[in-house]
């Protein structure tokens, strides 16, 4: 006999915040810094696993950003950010812009984008410099939608990864 399913409705509600946790972190993801400017030429930047390509044309990726959030408001001020895909090595700088401390910059080496005032950073995997598009509120995050304006890439740096609530390399292996 088929088991009767319950209504959509009643499994609302049914995980609790470890499980979410637990059941998301056993994606290994990237780690970037997205990064913005005020409107006063302060440089915001925050942590963030949550990017993803959208399309490639036109050319768009999305990051979620938490709100409340200095960075998002910087964002939505100058309508510009960029991500900075971190290489291995940088897992201190990772922890720098998830924290709460307000000089997240100091002892970053950073320059202007090339066609954007958001802040890239040095020595990362790629950066993306983007134009905001679209802002979407989604429960407690920001989805962001923007349009590359200019990436590099890198040629030398390996990623770093995030998985269960470490950080790790990632190591190329030759196709067999």
């Known amino acids: ?12 509600d049914q995980v ?9 972190g056993s994606l290994p993801t990237g780690v970037s810094v997205v990064t913005s400017i005020t409107s006063e030429g302060e440089p915001r930047g925050l942590t963030c696993s949550a990017v993803c390509s ?14 409340p959030s200095a960075t998002l408001e ?9 991500v ?3 290489s291995s090595g940088m897992a201190d700088v990772a922890k720098t ?22 802040p890239v950073l040095h020595a990362t995997v790629a950066t993306a410099e983007c134009i905001l598009t679209s802002s979407y509120l989604a429960g407690d995050h920001q989805i ?8 590099d ?13 470490q950080f790790s390399e990632v190591t190329s292996h030759s196709a067999a």
């Open 1 to 12: 006999m088929t088991e009767q399913l319950r209504p959509v409705e009643s499994l609302l």
């Open 54 to 67: 959208v399309s490639a044309s036109p050319p768009l990726l999305l990051v979620c950003v938490k709100h």
């Open 144 to 151: 962001l939608v923007g349009r590359l304006v200019h990436g």
């Open 97 to 118: 812009f998830a924290s709460p401390v307000p000089e997240r910059f100091e002892g970053v080496p950073w320059t202007q984008g090339k066609r954007i005032a958001a």
């Open 74 to 82: 910087a964002i939505h001020e100058s309508s510009v950010f960029a």
């Open 84 to 86: 900075n895909f971190l």
């Open 16 to 24: 609790d915040l470890n499980t979410f946790r637990s059941v998301m």
């Open 153 to 165: 890439v890198s040629p030398v740096h390996t990623p770093l990864a995030y998985w269960r609530a």
